[in-house]
RNA sequence: GCCGCCGUAGCUCAGUUCGGUAGAGCGGCUGGCUGUUAACCAGUCGGUCGUAGGUUCAAGUCCUACCGGCGGCGCCA
């Protein structure tokens, strides 16, 4: 029994008890007004003088924000209530009373100290329902894969070297020798998948890049399916499948919170396969032409990938990026060597890159030669190689990042906003 | 790493132009109000003006350095 059974209706007339915390109290004299949550939702709870025992309305009247209590009463549908249902309080007792000055009051606050202020900034309604869509996300992205015949195999987070370069590794003392926290759990999803066929990993990723943006977090959580025999088209409509899977579950499951957040519901409805494609030559030729400074080679940066994100209404892949822009373990294109089998999902809506993905190379030799030209230790990839020694197949995976995918479905501007104790470039408390 | 902006009460800010007794709203506390919606009304508590130097009769205000944060870029998911 909880709010949100309350607020669906299914408890009106009924006697309730909530377990929860005092969001805020005004009073009018002979009735007092809480506004309660309990995890599921938040209702008001009307304590009325004739109601209650003097004494326990005097404890209401020292209720102060965020204090614990237990409220028993009776459900009213009642249009003067936020929400339209209120639970009018037969008895009260307060489990813990907060103390005075919860630091977080109902006006607004700089974001500097509602980052220092996390553990209780989480708390927050608009908080609480960023969240609950993430776990949805989460979800989703689980249960479809699950239910499309994946393992899953999760990489470890203590590696022994770099997927691509160290620079941007965190590095940690392992009895007196040195490991790094993982970037990438694919390299070892590259491993399973001989043994499961198609799976995938689901953990947290650490990049040690300085990278100060709205998009970037050092501690980052990605979904990445890894599945053998799967070609370069396969990938993509497997991606197209997830994603359309996700959306259209948070839209069914996650309405209230979305509704609350105030997200525009159309950009998400029109989440339907087939995605929009467009080669990477395509969008720098896009690019020129609108004015913007690049040249065929160039990585795309942020601005390319909004004005990119812009011009569609579902989600784009851009595939087929240059070699030398890419990861060492791309397969060449067969029909122009100097692009590669990858593609990048951009959300739509001016969100960039929520998906990287590629078809990896199977060959034995050409990968060889290309962990030589990026100038990789040969000899931290060697297990690596064994995959293309003893039944290497043409594969393909991705890698989803669930904050930038929470962050476009909720609309944020922010990503700090979407992981419960976000990890940037300044800030590792608390 | 680069460019720009900002640090004044627990919080959000005004005061900096042109140096002259430290301000408001919210929160807290005290009291009032029998339907409040960021409730309202009255009263009250609350400050090393980021830190350290400097200029000046006098610095929140001007100068220098440092520290912290924010926004944008680069790198990436």
Redesign the pocket.
């Known amino acids: 029994m909880g709010i949100s059974e309350i607020l669906d209706g299914k408890l009106t007339e009924k006697e309730v008890e909530i377990k929860g915390w005092v969001v ?8 007092q ?1 809480l ?1 309660v949550r309990d995890g599921s939702g938040m209702i ?1 709870a ?1 304590v ?3 109601d209650v025992a003097p004494q326990k309305f005097e404890d209401v ?2 209720l ?2 965020e204090s614990s209590i237990i409220v028993k009463g009776i459900v ?1 549908e ?5 929400g339209g249902y ?1 639970v ?1 309080v037969k008895d009260l007792k307060i489990v813990h009373l907060a103390m ?16 220092s202020l996390r553990h209780l900034w989480i708390r927050s309604p608009r908080q609480i329902a960023i969240l609950k869509v993430r776990a949805e996300i989460i979800k989703a992205c689980r249960d479809f894969l699950d239910e499309n015949g994946f393992t899953s195999t999760d990489s470890p987070i203590l590696t022994p070297s770099a997927v ?1 370069g160290v620079a ?1 590794l965190f590095e940690t003392p392992y009895f007196g020798d040195k490991a790094f926290l993982t ?2 759990g694919q390299l070892y999803v590259e491993a399973t998948i001989a043994a499961f066929g198609k799976v995938y990993c689901f953990g947290p ?1 650490f ?1 040690a ?10 501690e ?1 959580w ?1 979904v990445e399916p890894e599945m053998a025999f799967y070609t370069f088209e396969d990938n993509l409509k497997l991606q197209e499948e997830m994603v359309t899977f996700t959306v259209k579950r948070v839209l069914e499951k996650r309405r209230r919170e979305l509704e609350f957040l105030k997200r525009d519901l159309v950009p998400l409805r029109k989440v339907e396969p087939p995605f929009y494609r467009i080669s990477y030559t395509e969008a720098v030729d896009k690019l020129q032409k609108a004015g913007y400074n690049i040249e065929w080679g ?9 004005f990119i994100s812009l011009q569609f209404e579902k989600p784009v892949f851009v595939h087929r990026y240059p070699a030398k ?3 060492f373990y791309m397969q060449p294109d067969p029909e122009n060597s100097q692009v590669v089998l990858c593609a ?2 951009m959300a739509p809506e001016g969100y ?5 993905g590629s078809e990896r190379i199977c060959d034995l030799k050409l990968l060889e030669k290309r962990i030589e030209e990026f100038g990789l230790p040969r000899e931290a990839y060697e297990w690596y190689l064994d995959l293309r020694k003893y039944g290497a197949v043409p594969h393909s995976g991705f ?6 995918t929470v962050m476009w479905i909720c609309k944020l ?4 906003e979407t992981i419960p104790f976000p990890r ?4 590792i408390y608390p």
Do not use: N, W
């Not at 805020?24 to 009735?31: L, P």
């Not at 890698?399 to 930038?404: A, C, N, Q, S, V």
């Open positions: 805020t109290r005004r009073s009018s004299g002979g009735v007004f506004i008001q009307t009325h003088k004739e009247d020292r102060t924000q009213k009642d249009k003067r209530a936020p209120e009018r005075p000055e919860y630091p977080l009051s109902k006006k607004s606050h700089g974001i500097d100290f509602l980052a691509e941007t970037q990438s990723t990049r890049e300085k990278s100060k943006t709205p998009r970037h977090l050092t980052f990605m160039e990585d795309l940066g942020a601005p390319h990938e909004k822009a890419k990861a990048d999902l960039g890159e929520i998906i990287g890698g989803l990042g669930i904050e930038r501007k922010h990503i700090r940037t470039i300044t800030r």
